[in-house]
């Protein structure tokens, strides 16, 4: 009698595990085309009409496309954790606690300390200027990632989400296309009726500013600045291109490639100076992660037409972010340092391509290894350019180095724990050389990921990203040695090589919510994938997790 009694529990808890894997596996298929049409919205309310500093005088529209994902967001993550709750209450299953979790609750308790401490307290909620990357933004994206990262998402769901992912790619570069043209989705009445305030015409910037001596127009996609529309189109190259090389179905091989190509085209007729040195910069990466004798003549195909495309649109737009990523390149090979590093870097590669056989059972020492030297790497040289190049050549980097120099004196005023999700605007010293550069311009934002966390979070803050940052690098490391799965072999690949691109080009780009909404999703999946102790978790209490 007790036998039985065991093996009747022993099946029930094991159908448990089953109705828990299937309902995160529902809540997945429900979330991404969710995630999917939020990438779109670009409009709610205004909250005020006009913004005074100075003699400027302009409508508070400035991101105002992300007002509305923030809004969507957040009902989002109150379902989503709604949900994690019904499941911690009927099958027992607590939330856990690792590095990334613990990174990421350091970035949302800071946010709200933050906050409180800042003496400007209007629109607290919203931020006082941007309207979508104040503390809501920092509780709504943090919190989602967390909620997320929660579910158990297995092997089977993997395509369903790059499909989706894909198809945002594919859309936001289309649209981003017909801008170039002079088809601006925000001109058309469709869009006017649905998403324009009443009495206020709402334009993108594309109908309004052609590049120079040409027929044709700037292009910024839905995402309000066409350095974020570059940023969106390089965050997701190398992610698409790996999966797009390393796929067999030739239907999902083809359509990812469609993706890859738009990519290309987005990045060229964005004409951002960073998308385009970050490009250069991550091909030869992609070449020794994601390129082999299988798929090489694919790889010189793509290079091929890739080329062609920059080629095409660069000679339609004057190639200004090409040329000055040229005449960037030309200053680095005339220093003695850059030449140094350029040949190391290019030995280093070539090395890495030649014994890339035999150190294959390394793969995750090295990628942790990597990963933290990598960082620090880039917090000291970007320190160094701060200190000593910075101050005597305020113009470089689209006056960016302006910026960054001044930057310095908010970071000053609560290096700890900021000055406040979005209030960088009332900290920074406009009035600084504002006769010079930048002028009559109001900066809002200190044009760096990094500087932003500081200036918003403070250090404690930046360390909270860079655990969340470095715990997954390490998760994929240990995900990928020993992994006999290739399709999640590849899919945590392209998100390491993802991970990669947008830290680079955080250097020269905001943080902004505009170009997270797939984003950080995308990274709590990962850390869900990578994460053995949710099966685990599962598995003891509930039986065997299939």
């Known amino acids: 009698m007790k036998h039985k009694v065991t093996k009747q529990k022993k099946y029930l808890f094991k159908n448990y595990a089953k109705k828990i894997a299937h309902e995160d596996e529902i809540i997945i298929y429900i979330l991404m085309p969710i995630l999917a049409l939020i990438s779109f919205a670009v409009h709610a309310t205004i909250l005020s009409d006009f913004l005074y500093y100075d003699k400027i005088n302009r409508l508070s529209l400035v991101n105002l496309y992300t007002h509305i994902k923030v809004y969507l967001l957040a009902l989002l993550v109150g379902a989503i954790l709604c949900y994690l709750l019904y499941r911690t209450i009927v099958y027992n299953i607590m939330p856990r606690l690792d590095y990334i979790t613990i990174g990421l609750g350091i970035i949302v308790v800071i946010s709200i300390i933050s906050t409180l401490m800042s003496p400007v307290q209007e629109n607290k909620w919203w931020g006082s200027y941007e309207k979508g990357n104040g503390l809501l933004a920092y509780l709504v994206i943090y919190m989602l990632t967390y909620a997320i990262s929660q579910l158990c998402i297995s092997k089977k769901n993997l395509t369903y989400i790059v499909v989706i992912i894909n198809f945002v790619v594919i859309a936001m570069c289309v649209i981003g296309i017909f801008q170039?043209?002079?088809?601006?989705?925000?001109?058309?009445?469709?869009?006017e009726t649905i998403v324009t305030p009443k009495g206020i015409k709402l334009t993108l910037t594309t109908s309004k500013l052609p590049f120079n001596g040409t027929k044709?127009?700037?292009?910024?996609?839905?995402?309000?600045?066409?350095n974020y529309f570059g940023a969106f189109c390089i965050i997701y190259f190398p992610f698409i291109a790996t999966l797009a090389l390393k796929q067999r179905n030739i239907i999902l091989k083809?359509?990812?490639?469609?993706?890859?190509?738009?990519?290309?085209?987005?990045?060229?007729i964005a004409q951002a100076f960073t998308a385009v040195l970050t490009l250069l910069i991550i091909v030869p990466l992609l070449i020794v992660v994601a390129v082999n004798r299988k798929n090489i003549i694919e790889f010189v195909l793509l290079c091929g037409i890739g080329s062609y495309i920059i080629y095409k649109v660069n000679s339609m737009t004057l190639g200004l972010a090409l040329n000055e990523v040229i005449e960037f390149l030309k200053k680095v090979v005339a220093n003695k340092m850059g030449k140094i590093l350029i040949v190391t870097a290019v030995i280093f590669i070539v090395v890495i391509i030649i014994v890339r056989p035999l150190i294959k059972k390394y793969v995750s020492e090295i990628i942790k290894i990597s990963s933290v030297l990598?960082?620090?790497?880039?917090?000291?040289?970007?320190?160094?350019?701060l200190k000593t190049v910075i101050p005597n050549n305020k113009e470089i980097f689209s006056q960016r180095g302006y910026i960054w120099h001044y930057t310095q004196d908010v970071i000053k005023k609560n290096p700890l724990v900021g000055v406040g999700p979005d209030k960088f605007y009332y900290e920074f010293p406009q009035e600084a050389e504002n006769d010079v550069y930048q002028i009559d311009v109001v900066i809002d934002r200190p044009h760096n990921m990094y500087l932003q966390y500081i200036t918003d979070i403070g250090f404690i803050g930046l360390i909270g990203f860079f655990t969340v940052i470095i715990g997954?690098?390490?998760?994929?490391?240990?995900?990928?040695?020993?992994?006999?799965?290739?399709?999640?072999?590849?899919f945590v690949t392209a998100v390491l090589l993802l991970l990669v691109t947008y830290l680079i080009q955080g250097l020269?780009?905001?943080n902004m919510i505009a170009i997270q909404v797939m984003l950080w999703p995308l990274l709590a999946i990962?850390?869900?994938?990578?994460?053995?102790?949710?099966?685990?978790?599962?598995a003891d209490k509930n039986g065997t997790f299939n």
């Open 254 to 268: 083809s359509y990812y490639y469609i993706g890859v190509l738009l990519t290309i085209t987005g990045l060229a």
């Open 526 to 538: 990962t850390m869900s994938l990578t994460n053995s102790g949710v099966t685990k978790e599962i």
């Open 180 to 191: 170039f043209f002079g088809h601006n989705i925000a001109e058309t009445k469709l869009f």
């Open 374 to 385: 990598g960082i620090i790497i880039g917090i000291i040289g970007f320190v160094i350019v």
């Open 472 to 490: 997954l690098m390490w998760k994929i490391a240990d995900k990928l040695k020993g992994q006999n799965n290739k399709e999640v072999g590849t």
């Open 216 to 226: 044709y127009f700037k292009v910024e996609s839905m995402l309000q600045n066409l």
């Open 508 to 510: 020269a780009n905001d």
